[in-house]
C-alpha cells in the first residue's frame, strides 16, 4: 500500500504562482510513474503532468510551459510548480502514483481568481 499526502493549495490571483507538494510512503519496486491529475466542477478528471521511472515528462497541452513536475532528493516527493495561472486552472488537484496498482492522493484546491 502507499499514501500519498499533498499539499500547496490555495487562493492565487491571475498571473500568480503556486507549488504543489506530494509525498509518498513508499515508492514501489514496480513504480512506472507518479503525476498531478485534476478536475474542474463538472468536468471529467484530467491528467495535467506525468513522470516516468526514466525520468521522461507527459504534459497537458494546456499547461506545457506554464507548469514544471520535478521530484525530491529522496525520490519520493513529487513537485509541481504553476506558474502564469489562470482562472481556468481552477480545480481540485490529484497526486497520483502507477506501480502494479494505482494509488491517489486526497487532492488540494486551487484556485485562481482575482
Known amino acids: 500500500q502507499v499514501q500519498l499526502v499533498e499539499s500547496g493549495g490555495g487562493l492565487v490571483q491571475p498571473g500568480g504562482s503556486l507549488r504543489l507538494s506530494c509525498a509518498a510512503s513508499?515508492?514501489?519496486?514496480?513504480?512506472?510513474?507518479m503525476g498531478w491529475y485534476r478536475q474542474a466542477p463538472g468536468k471529467e478528471r484530467e491528467l495535467v503532468v506525468a513522470?516516468?521511472?526514466?525520468?521522461?515528462?507527459n504534459y497537458a497541452d494546456s499547461v506545457k510551459g506554464r507548469f514544471t513536475i520535478s521530484r525530491g532528493n529522496a525520490k519520493n516527493t513529487v513537485y509541481l510548480q504553476m506558474n502564469s495561472l489562470k482562472p481556468e486552472d481552477t480545480a481540485v488537484y490529484y497526486c497520483?502514483?502507477?506501480?502494479?496498482?494505482?494509488?491517489w492522493g486526497q487532492g488540494t484546491q486551487v484556485t485562481v481568481s482575482s
Open positions: 497520483n502514483l502507477n506501480a502494479i496498482a494505482t494509488y
Open positions: 513508499r515508492i514501489p519496486d514496480s513504480f512506472k510513474s
Open positions: 513522470i516516468t521511472s526514466g525520468g521522461n515528462t
